[in-house]
C-alpha cells in the first residue's frame, strides 16, 4: 500500500513540475516576443501621421495592443490610448508606468482589467493616443502593465481553444429543472450567465449581454456543463 501510494505522489509531483515548465516556456515565449516587437513598433510608430487632428492614430494590424501597452508604460506616458474593432470601442489610460482605468463603452460594457484583457485581443481596427486625462473609475486596476499584458495574452490563447470547443455561434439553454445543483451553489457570475441561457440565443450573443471578458465567460460555460446545468440545443 505505501508502495502505491509513493508511485501516486510520484506521479502528481512528475506532472506538476511539467505543468511549471510548460508554464515557464510559455511565459519566456511571450516576453521574448513583446520585446522584439517593441523595437519593431518604435519603428512604425515613427512613420505614422497625425491625421490632421493633433492625435497619433493607426491600425491594430500593424500595432498589436499588447505592444501598444508595453511601447506607453516603458515610456511613462500620460496618454489614453482609443481603440476601435469593428463597432466595440474602448479606451486605456496610462498614468506614467500604470494603467488606472479602462473601459468598453458599447455592449458588452467591461471595465477594470477585464476590459484591458478584452482589447488586447483586437487584431483589426484602429487606435488613437488622445492627450485626454480622465478621473479614476469606480473599478479601478491594481495589476502592473506587464500583469496585465501577460495574463490578457494567456487568456486570448486560451479563448482560442474555447472557439473550438465551444463555438460563438452555439446555442445553450440552461437545465435547471434536473440539474443537481441549486442556484445557490453556484457563483454570482454563473448564476447571470445561466439565467441568460435561454435557447434563444447564441453564445456570443449572451456574451455581449454581460460584463465580463470573453476568457471568463466561455470559462463560466466550460465550468456549467460541467456541473450539468446547461445543454446545448445547437
Same mark, same amino acid.
Given at each position: 500500500?505505501?508502495?502505491?501510494?509513493?508511485? /501516486? *505522489?510520484?506521479?502528481?509531483?512528475?506532472?506538476?513540475?511539467?505543468?511549471?515548465?510548460?508554464?515557464?516556456?510559455?511565459? +519566456? +515565449?511571450?516576453?521574448? /516576443?513583446?520585446?522584439?516587437?517593441?523595437?519593431?513598433?518604435?519603428?512604425?510608430?515613427? @512613420? @505614422?501621421?497625425?491625421?490632421?487632428?493633433?492625435?497619433?492614430?493607426?491600425?491594430?494590424? !500593424?500595432?498589436?495592443?499588447?505592444?501598444?501597452?508595453? !511601447?506607453? =508604460?516603458?515610456?511613462? /506616458?500620460?496618454?489614453?490610448?482609443?481603440?476601435? $474593432?469593428?463597432?466595440?470601442?474602448?479606451? &486605456? %489610460?496610462?498614468?506614467?508606468?500604470? &494603467?488606472?482605468?479602462?473601459?468598453?463603452?458599447?455592449?458588452? $460594457?467591461?471595465?477594470?482589467?477585464?476590459?484591458?484583457?478584452?482589447?488586447?485581443?483586437? /487584431?483589426?481596427?484602429?487606435?488613437?493616443?488622445?492627450?485626454?486625462? *480622465?478621473?479614476?473609475?469606480?473599478?479601478?486596476?491594481?495589476?502592473? %502593465? !506587464?500583469? @496585465?499584458?501577460?495574463?490578457?495574452?494567456?487568456?486570448?490563447?486560451?479563448?482560442?481553444?474555447?472557439?473550438?470547443?465551444?463555438?460563438?455561434?452555439?446555442?445553450? =439553454?440552461? +437545465?435547471?429543472?434536473?440539474?443537481? #445543483?441549486?442556484?445557490?451553489?453556484?457563483?454570482?457570475?454563473?448564476?447571470? &450567465?445561466?439565467? @441568460?441561457?435561454?435557447?434563444? #440565443?447564441?453564445?456570443?450573443?449572451?456574451?455581449?449581454? +454581460?460584463?465580463?471578458?470573453? $476568457?471568463?465567460? #466561455?470559462?463560466?460555460?466550460?465550468?456549467?456543463?460541467?456541473?450539468?446545468?446547461?445543454? &446545448?440545443?445547437?
Amino acid at each position: 500500500a505505501i508502495a502505491i501510494e509513493n508511485s /501516486q *505522489l510520484y506521479q502528481l509531483l512528475n506532472q506538476k513540475v511539467k505543468q511549471l515548465q510548460e508554464t515557464n516556456t510559455r511565459l +519566456n +515565449n511571450i516576453l521574448a /516576443q513583446l520585446e522584439h516587437s517593441e523595437a519593431e513598433g518604435q519603428r512604425k510608430l515613427e @512613420l @505614422l501621421d497625425k491625421a490632421g487632428t493633433g492625435n497619433l492614430v493607426g491600425r491594430l494590424d !500593424m500595432f498589436a495592443p499588447a505592444n501598444l501597452i508595453l !511601447m506607453l =508604460s516603458n515610456d511613462q /506616458q500620460n496618454v489614453t490610448l482609443r481603440l476601435e $474593432h469593428g463597432i466595440l470601442k474602448g479606451y &486605456i %489610460c496610462f498614468d506614467n508606468v500604470r &494603467i488606472y482605468r479602462a473601459e468598453m463603452a458599447d455592449a458588452p $460594457h467591461i471595465t477594470g482589467s477585464m476590459a484591458t484583457y478584452e482589447m488586447m485581443g483586437w /487584431q483589426t481596427g484602429t487606435f488613437a493616443f488622445t492627450a485626454d486625462k *480622465l478621473e479614476p473609475s469606480s473599478n479601478p486596476i491594481q495589476a502592473s %502593465c !506587464m500583469h @496585465l499584458m501577460i495574463e490578457g495574452l494567456r487568456r486570448g490563447d486560451e479563448v482560442k481553444v474555447f472557439y473550438e470547443q465551444t463555438p460563438p455561434t452555439s446555442i445553450y =439553454s440552461n +437545465n435547471l429543472d434536473a440539474a443537481p #445543483y441549486p442556484l445557490e451553489m453556484l457563483t454570482e457570475i454563473q448564476r447571470e &450567465i445561466l439565467l @441568460l441561457l435561454t435557447g434563444e #440565443y447564441t453564445l456570443e450573443q449572451v456574451w455581449k449581454k +454581460n460584463q465580463v471578458d470573453q $476568457h471568463t465567460f #466561455y470559462t463560466t460555460i466550460k465550468e456549467l456543463g460541467e456541473k450539468y446545468v446547461i445543454q &446545448i440545443v445547437r
